[in-house]
């Protein structure tokens, strides 16, 4: 299994920044590409970015030019930078792996999922 831990949430004022971190350990690989999603209470889980094995990367409209996702192969980390954070990017974050190379944006291509982490933007 492929074991994926969040880090990185908690409380911040509207404009601010924080900085996720989903360490992956277990059966997986530095090629896999890795997602970034979130879900607030009644909403749907949506897609928030992804990073090939490549390197190439994909953001959702709501948060492109705000957030950013980056990897570190060496060490199997993936990261979201957010700045400009606002009251509606307020939900559980939850970091996910992809057994392909390829830029996959949607929820039934990634098979591994972390816990998730809170994220609270007040206004």
């Known amino acids: 299994q492929v074991q994926l831990v969040e880090s990185g949430g908690g409380y911040v004022q509207a404009g601010g920044s924080l900085r996720l971190s989903c360490a992956a350990s277990?059966?997986?690989?530095?090629?896999?590409?890795m997602g970034w999603f979130r879900q607030a209470p009644g909403k749907e889980r949506e897609f928030v970015g992804s990073?090939?094995?490549?390197?190439?990367?994909a953001h959702a409209d709501s948060v492109k030019g705000r957030f950013t996702i980056s990897r570190n192969n060496s060490k199997i980390v993936v990261y979201l930078q957010m700045n400009s954070l606002k009251p509606e990017d307020t939900a559980v974050y939850y970091c996910a792996a992809a057994p392909t190379r390829a830029l996959v944006t949607t929820r039934g291509a990634f098979d591994s999922w972390g816990q998730g982490t809170q994220v609270t933007v007040s206004s």
């Open positions: 990073i090939s094995g490549s390197g190439i990367t």
């Open positions: 277990g059966r997986t690989f530095s090629t896999y590409t």
